[in-house]
């Protein structure tokens, strides 16, 4: 076992067990802070994979600002596991239910997938999450996709100030 | 044993410069602290701290026992994890910065060359802009575990304030990338020896720069989250003893870590003007660098302070009103005149 398999099965582990307590958790503020660490665990993930952009944005965008998003609404709303409503038992079975005929349709999915058969995560490998071949790519093969969504990013931002200016 | 085929003298050598730069972090901000009572007394003509030791120098030792020592209470009502954990993620996200920061050129010891920087990744911006975000959750979760109304407001205004300010932040920081072409700050830094230094280029995007680092870190003009004459105190409010002086230690933190990253990216690092020419030995021009690069430092530590005591603090509508409809507009006009300079010059 070299240092990147004891890092892939710790990582894996983390990120099963946050997401699962992003379940658990009676708090919703603790939910989140799980789900921040699920957003840790996926980045060390991908900096396994040699894609050290995509971990770091992984971790800017989601971690640094959805997730305070997040916690704002929540914590105005000072819900707490006291306003949690209690649903009762046949709602939770109904989501027990759908929730796993969701999960048995994904194992499948995985399964019967060619690409994936007798295939590991290759680790180090690869240069496809690096910054450089990915602005290569971005700005050769997918440039016309991207300068929409970089106006569309604009566009929202200008608008924030606009609305902003009205009053 | 596969497992354990690593480079063990690299390992120390980085445990040792790890060390090395945390405790140099955590002294020089120590004396931040002394240095903001001194500066503060000269603009005010005051005396400032003079019975410590001589000049008043033990005076941050002093604090920091007495910091120590006080009783140390946690509210009935809190949240009490997540109010060990707020200063915790204070001081975490204030020290983990320093990775990515080249202190100094190379030094060759025993026919070993340690570079002096921790870590040189190749997003090296991007890994201190993804700290500065997370550094918003200290902030937050010591203020809502705490309880208080007080606080929450205090939180929230300092969230609000920092996810406003990165924005403008990270569009002047493109215009500087347009010109480097990399995102390691060791690169950059190494571009800029024996040339032209980087704020000749860029003095807009530093100004813009320089603001937002000063709301980033919750300095005066922009502490609004400490406001005392609306929210009592700030959202630190419920805090006592040590970890009352985490939170306050981490904003010094947070200045001499900014300093640095606007030393490197804009005033050359480490790089002395024509030291090239005098053809000392490699290990004394690093030396001389990494000098060089504290005098930096120190200098904006000062800037900071200057401003802090001179400039009365915003209003909340204001401080929103110029991050948003100032500073954003500045940095994309100052993105895009930069972008064309540089289609033009080809």
């Excluded at chain 1, 989601?62 to 038992?89: C, R």
């Excluded at chain 2, 980085?14 to 405790?23: E, M, N, P, S």
């Excluded at chain 2, 569009?171 to 950059?188: N, P, R, V, W, Y």
Aim: neutral net charge.
């Amino acid at each position: 076992m070299g240092i990147t398999t004891i890092l892939f099965w710790f990582l894996s582990a983390l990120a099963l067990l946050s997401a699962i307590m992003v379940l658990a958790s009676k708090n919703p503020i603790h939910s989140i802070l799980w789900l921040i660490a699920v957003f840790f665990a996926i980045s060390g993930h991908y900096i396994l994979l040699n894609a050290q952009f995509l971990a770091i944005v992984n971790l800017i965008v989601y971690a640094g600002a959805i997730m305070v998003l997040f916690l704002f609404v929540i914590m105005l709303m000072n819900l707490n596991s006291h306003t949690e409503p209690q649903k009762n038992i046949w709602m939770k079975l109904a989501g027990v239910i759908s929730g796993g005929i969701l999960f048995t349709i994904l194992i499948s999915v995985i399964r019967s997938s060619a690409d994936m058969v007798n295939r590991t995560a290759q680790l180090k490998e690869g240069n496809i999450g690096l910054i450089n071949t990915l602005g290569k790519v971005l700005f050769s093969d997918y440039v016309i996709p991207f300068e929409i969504s970089s106006v569309l990013f604009l566009s929202a931002m200008v608008g924030a100030v606009v609305i902003g200016k009205k009053n | 044993m596969t497992l354990l085929a690593l480079d063990w003298f690299l390992l120390i050598e980085k445990l040792i410069l790890i060390a090395i730069v945390i405790t140099a972090s955590l002294v020089i901000a120590m004396y931040a602290t002394y240095a903001e009572r001194k500066v503060a007394a000269v603009m005010q003509d005051r005396i400032g701290p003079n019975r410590a030791g001589p000049f008043g120098l033990l005076q941050p030792l002093a604090d920091g026992l007495k910091l120590f020592f006080k009783e140390e209470i946690i509210p009935d009502s809190s949240n009490r994890f997540l109010f060990i954990l707020g200063p915790c993620l204070a001081m975490l996200t204030a020290m983990m910065t320093c990775a990515v920061v080249p202190w100094g050129s190379s030094v060759e010891i025993a026919g070993r060359t340690i570079q002096l920087q921790i870590a040189d990744i190749n997003i090296g911006i991007l890994y201190v802009f993804g700290v500065v975000s997370l550094g918003v959750y200290g902030i937050m979760i010591g203020g809502w575990a705490s309880n208080n109304k007080f606080s929450l407001m205090a939180a929230l205004r300092g969230a609000s304030q920092v996810i406003s300010y990165e924005l403008a932040m990270g569009i002047s920081l493109i215009a500087l990338l347009m010109l480097t072409g990399s995102l390691s700050i060791k690169t950059i830094v190494e571009q800029q020896v024996g040339h032209v230094w980087n704020i000749v280029y860029q003095p807009v995007g530093f100004l813009i720069f320089f603001v937002c680092a000063m709301a980033e870190c919750n300095r005066a003009p922009f502490d609004l989250p400490e406001a005392e004459s609306e929210l009592n105190m700030g959202y630190h409010q419920e805090y006592s003893s040590m970890k009352l002086g985490f939170y306050l230690f981490s904003e010094y933190i947070n200045m001499f870590i900014s300093s640095a990253i606007m030393a490197s990216l804009y005033f050359g690092g480490y790089d002395v003007p024509f030291l090239g020419h005098a053809h000392l030995a490699p290990n004394l021009l690093a030396i001389i660098g990494v000098v060089a690069f504290l005098v930096k430092i120190f200098i904006f530590i000062f800037v900071f302070m200057w401003i802090r005591w001179t400039l009365p603090r915003f209003r909340y509508d204001q401080l929103m009103n110029l991050g948003w409809k100032a500073l954003i507009p500045l940095a994309l006009a100052n993105m895009l005149v930069t972008a064309v300079v540089i289609l033009l010059r080809g």
